[in-house]
């Protein structure tokens, strides 16, 4: 399936620790992006890549740390663990913005519940 | 600011009905706005985008730049219409979207 994967699916853990969560598209985009979800389900852009190369990096914590390999692969490693980061984390990709500035459709993996205790 | 703003958190209507959620943004140059949903225990995925002025699912929704608005309809909600819904607005020429807070449609039968 032609699709964006994420692992794990749910994180549970525990204050202090370091984690990691993994994203892959295989759709051949050149743009992967991590959002944060909370409680409310409100969604946040946290960190963008285009062609492993980081094009939006938001007001988040020092602790977070997304890091791409290759354009199909954008992984977030969290330090420090902290219980405000505990969220449902959201990948997407997309086909890089048209130089006129118009974007496409982002297609979204089916998230990782991270869960701090 | 950049801003989008949906009033409602949770909108229940009977099947049937029309349906129409809301949305406002805040954006100084020449927007760029989506629809998105969310299903049960599915992924978000793109419902609908102005540019594009197509009816999807029978939803539509048409950009109104007085009133700074985007709001999304139907005129006859069905069951399966029952998720969440946020709209979102392309900022800048990087494809971040600033999503609004999204707002629970529940289609009672």
């Known amino acids: 399936d032609t699709a964006v994967s994420q692992t794990p699916k749910y994180l549970v853990t525990q204050m202090g620790n370091d984690k990691s969560i993994k994203c892959e598209q295989n759709?051949?985009?050149?743009?992967m992006y991590w959002y944060k979800q909370d409680s409310k389900k409100f969604l946040k852009i946290m960190f963008s890549y285009n062609n492993k190369e980081l094009i939006i990096n938001e007001t988040v914590p020092n602790r977070f740390s997304p890091k791409s390999p290759d354009k199909a692969h954008l992984n977030l490693h969290i330090n420090s663990l902290e219980l405000g980061d505990s969220a449902v984390y959201f990948c997407a990709s997309s086909r890089k913005v048209r130089t006129s500035g118009t974007s496409y459709e982002q297609y979204f993996g089916p998230g990782t519940r991270l869960t701090v205790t | 600011a950049q801003r989008v703003t949906q009033p409602e958190k949770l909108l229940s209507v009977f099947k049937g009905a029309p349906v129409e959620l809301k949305c406002n943004y805040s954006y100084s140059g020449s927007p760029e706005l989506f629809w998105y949903v969310q299903y049960s225990r599915q992924r978000l995925q793109l419902l609908l985008r102005?540019?594009s002025r197509e009816s999807i699912k029978g939803f539509t929704a048409d950009l109104n730049k007085g009133e700074t608005s985007f709001h999304l309809k139907k005129p006859f909600a069905q069951e399966e219409d029952s998720a969440m819904y946020y709209c979102?607005?392309?900022?800048?020429?990087?494809?971040?979207?600033?999503f609004g807070q999204g707002t629970t449609l529940q289609v009672k039968p």
């Open positions: 102005h540019i």
């Open positions: 759709l051949g985009h050149d743009t």
């Open positions: 979102a607005l392309h900022s800048g020429n990087t494809g971040k979207l600033i």
